[in-house]
């Protein structure tokens, strides 16, 4: 028991942490630049908004309620960071929290269309059990840890960039969320359904 419980927490880690998919990591580092540590409670619930529409989306898939074309997916994920970066460019040194709405709606919205891409390999992972809610929940708790792992570093990137380094809290926001863009271009351009 014990062993699938950190078989599925170890899982939903390495999902986040995989530098090989490192489309979840460019979504949360465009998620937090704006912030700092005296903000960790919003950007706890824009995590955690994340992390409930990753987790929905992939109850729907693994119980055969919502079946999704992969290459469509793969094409709205790099469009879904791409959309939060530019937001940064337009946003950077401005007071946005009129907006926080929005972008609570939007992260719910992008965890929904993120889990809906790891939807097939957890389905393949979990196959035909009939319990597929605890694992569903352990990889969630594995998410989660993660992505607290991912903002921590970030939050702490930002304040070394902005401290030591004496970068503009507007300019750090934009080198970042410049450089994000510069990464998923090429991952839209190269999607089956755009060439």
Not at 111 to 127: D, M, Q, S, T
Not at 156 to 180: C, N
């Amino acid at each position: 028991m014990l062993d699938d419980f950190m078989f599925y927490v170890q899982y939903g880690v390495n999902h986040v942490l995989d530098i090989n998919g490192y489309d979840h990591i460019l979504f949360l580092m465009v998620l937090t630049v704006p912030y700092v540590f005296k903000d960790w409670k919003r950007v706890l619930i824009l995590v955690s908004l994340f992390t409930l529409g990753h987790t929905a989306s992939l109850v729907l898939a693994a119980y055969d309620i919502v079946k999704v074309n992969g290459a469509l997916v793969e094409l709205l994920i790099p469009i879904t960071i791409l959309i939060m970066a530019v937001f940064n460019v337009f946003t950077a040194g401005k007071n946005t929290s009129k907006g926080i709405g929005l972008l609570f709606i939007s992260a719910l919205f992008f965890g929904v269309v993120h889990g809906l891409g790891f939807a097939r390999e957890f389905h393949l992972l979990v196959g035909k059990s009939s319990n597929k809610l605890l694992p569903l929940a352990e990889f969630a708790l594995g998410i989660e840890i993660a992505q607290v792992i991912i903002v921590f570093v970030v939050l702490f990137l930002s304040y070394v960039m902005q401290t030591v380094f004496r970068f503009s809290k507007r300019d750090w926001v934009l080198v970042l969320s410049s450089i994000v863009i510069g990464l998923v271009i090429p991952m839209i351009l190269d999607n089956e359904l755009v060439r």
